[in-house]
């Protein structure tokens, strides 16, 4: 977003044995730890963060063919061979970009985080919020990831099952926030291609565009092409992707907001009601609020057009949050994290 005031410290790592280095020194001037990957779905507040900011500044991306080992020595991880039905494991270390590692996993025909293209972040990142798009999330083909426990001043692995992965959820941000440092993380893929139907957009680029290649090439490219057409580049405009959460609504819940004509869209994850559209139908779609743009394309996105500080786009926020409340009795949920000093 492009806000917010200055860190005391960051350190960046580039070794798993500067983990711990990190965190002790922290600990000796008795600061908090924020570990931030890329940023993309992180803001600062006005007042900076009176702590350390770690970064995995470790890249890599190999496959483990039984042999191989990129990972934390003396932790126990993904070392089998790949799998009889083909599928693939790679470890990626954190610091890699994310879209790097979708690069990777498409040149080589393996189908798995093709619809994952081009999220801005690094690999880190990936199982914190579960990413998700099109159809696809990074829990469909993680394995495991290898972190440094803060609390317990340990390496260790954590295995999918111990994730508990949900929508734009996982231990990571919810119950075990802020306890891990995510180191790498292991994926299986396989050679393939994702099964039809697909996701709205998709199937209509690809009836509109006249499109019979389904390959993980393929869908790479068009949801590429999809979201340059309707997201910001972060390299240009400064946002958070998606600021608030979709509304996810129990079976009576689903069916009272069907019964006003709210669309729900039921889907294997759950009946959702869509946020973009509660911000369009309050008429906030493509407005300025404080210096913050609601995108005319993707009313789910706030752009940081003019806004000068975090208390700009607190205002923006609570217009937003308020309008569609007044009006549908939802309360929005921001989906960024915040680097605050109170929860420090
Ligand atoms: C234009 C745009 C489009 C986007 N589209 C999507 C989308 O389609 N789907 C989607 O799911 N998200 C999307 N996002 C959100 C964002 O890209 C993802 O959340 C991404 O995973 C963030 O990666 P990052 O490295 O920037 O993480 P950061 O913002 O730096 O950090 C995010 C969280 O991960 C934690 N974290 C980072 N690194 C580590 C680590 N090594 N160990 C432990 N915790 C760590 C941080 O503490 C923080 O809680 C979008 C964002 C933008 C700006």
């Avoid at 008795?30 to 006005?46: E, H, K, M, Q, S």
């Amino acid at each position: 977003m492009r806000l917010g005031g200055v860190a005391k410290y960051v350190i960046e790592v580039e070794q798993p044995a500067e983990v711990p280095e990190a965190y002790g020194f922290a600990a000796q001037r008795g600061l908090p730890v924020f570990v931030l990957g890329y940023g993309a779905n992180t803001i600062g507040r006005d007042d900076g963060f009176d702590g350390v900011i770690v970064i995995n500044r470790m890249r890599g991306i190999g496959e483990i063919d039984g042999g191989g080992d990129m990972g934390v020595d003396g932790v126990d991880g993904a070392d089998g061979a790949n799998a009889a039905d083909g599928t693939r494991r790679i470890r990626v270390m954190g610091g890699e970009y994310w879209d790097a590692v979708v690069e990777y996993s498409v040149n080589r025909g393996w189908t798995g985080i093709e619809a994952l293209s081009k999220i801005p972040g690094l690999a880190a990142a990936a199982p914190v919020q579960n990413i998700g798009a099109y159809g696809q999330q990074v829990s469909d083909s993680l394995v495991e990831i290898e972190v440094y426990d803060a609390v317990e001043g340990a390496f260790m692995v954590l295995t999918k099952e111990e994730l508990a992965f949900d929508y734009r959820k996982s231990i990571l941000n919810t119950t075990a926030s802020g306890r891990y440092f995510v180191i790498s993380v292991t994926l299986g893929l396989a050679p393939g291609q994702m099964a039809r139907p697909f996701y709205n957009s998709i199937e209509r680029y690809i009836s509109e565009h006249g499109i019979r290649d389904y390959s993980p090439r393929s869908i790479r490219e068009i949801v590429s092409a999809i979201r340059a057409e309707k997201l910001p580049d972060p390299t240009v405009q400064a946002s958070a992707g998606s600021f608030f959460h979709n509304i996810y609504l129990t079976e009576t819940e689903a069916e009272a907001a069907e019964d006003k004509g709210y669309p729900v869209h039921r889907g294997q994850d759950g009946n959702k009601l869509s946020a973009a559209w509660l911000i369009e139908q309050v008429g906030l779609k493509g407005q300025l609020l404080h210096g913050m743009r609601v995108s005319e394309k993707a009313p789910l996105v706030l752009i940081n057009e003019s806004a000068k500080s975090y208390e700009d786009l607190a205002k923006a926020r609570a217009e937003i949050m308020g309008k569609v409340y007044d009006k549908f009795g939802y309360w929005l949920e921001q989906e960024p994290v915040e680097i605050t000093n109170e929860s420090a």
